[in-house]
């Protein structure tokens, strides 16, 4: 089975980031359907090594907060673009959720290198505009928020249609 670990945005921020998609243009896309921050890509695991990660996530310990859109942008920043992105806050308590994750988890998974916080909105096939990043950082992002109170376990099976993820399990909200 092929897993992730993410949180999933509000109906408004979905809402929102469709019409987002609808201004990228000066390139051939494939959009998202599906919005969620992936705090930990874990990739491909065996039954018995998803009934341990489910044990020790857990543990995790963190607070409800607010999270909110933020800005735009593309991965790599420099060279030629392969995916769009919104941004999203608080940085500092997504990144420390993040940590404490990579923390639970040591010995079975790498700890992730350098964590950005975002939500991906489509992945770059061809570049039609050459300013096409510039054009990107320029989109307007309203400012919608949204309560983290979980964090999910998720089941990514690719198709030829794109993914299906299927919630593997849930992780609420506990006091530090």
Same mark, same amino acid.
Do not use: C, Y
């Given at each position: 089975m092929r897993l992730f670990i993410a949180f999933e945005v509000s109906?408004?921020?979905?809402?929102?980031?469709?019409?987002l998609q609808k201004k990228l243009t000066g390139a051939k896309l494939t959009f998202?359907?599906? #919005?969620?921050?992936?705090l930990k890509f874990l990739g491909e695991?065996?039954?018995?090594?998803?009934?341990?990660?489910k044990k020790r996530l857990s543990k995790v310990k963190f607070t409800p907060f607010t999270a909110a859109l933020d800005?735009?942008?593309? #991965?790599?920043?420099?060279?030629?673009?392969?995916?769009?992105?919104i941004g999203i806050e608080p940085h500092d308590i997504i990144c420390e959720l993040q940590k404490n994750i990579d923390e639970e988890l040591h010995g079975?998974?790498?700890?992730?290198?350098?964590?950005?916080?975002?939500?991906?909105?489509?992945?770059?096939?061809?570049?039609?505009?050459?300013?096409?990043a510039e054009h990107v950082?320029?989109?307007?992002?309203?400012?919608?928020s949204f309560e983290i109170k979980? #964090?999910?376990?998720?089941?990514?099976?690719?198709?030829?249609?794109?993914p299906i993820y299927k919630d593997i399990a849930v992780f609420h909200t506990k006091a530090l």
């Open positions: 109906e408004s921020a979905h809402t929102h980031i469709l019409e998202t359907k599906n #919005f969620h921050l992936t695991v065996t039954p018995a090594q998803a009934d341990e990660i800005g735009t942008g593309v #991965f790599p920043e420099t060279g030629t673009p392969r995916v769009v992105w079975m998974f790498a700890k992730e290198k350098s964590f950005q916080p975002h939500i991906t909105l489509a992945r770059v096939k061809e570049i039609t505009d050459k300013k096409f950082k320029n989109i307007k992002v309203e400012l919608l979980e #964090f999910k376990l998720i089941e990514s099976q690719l198709t030829s249609e794109g």
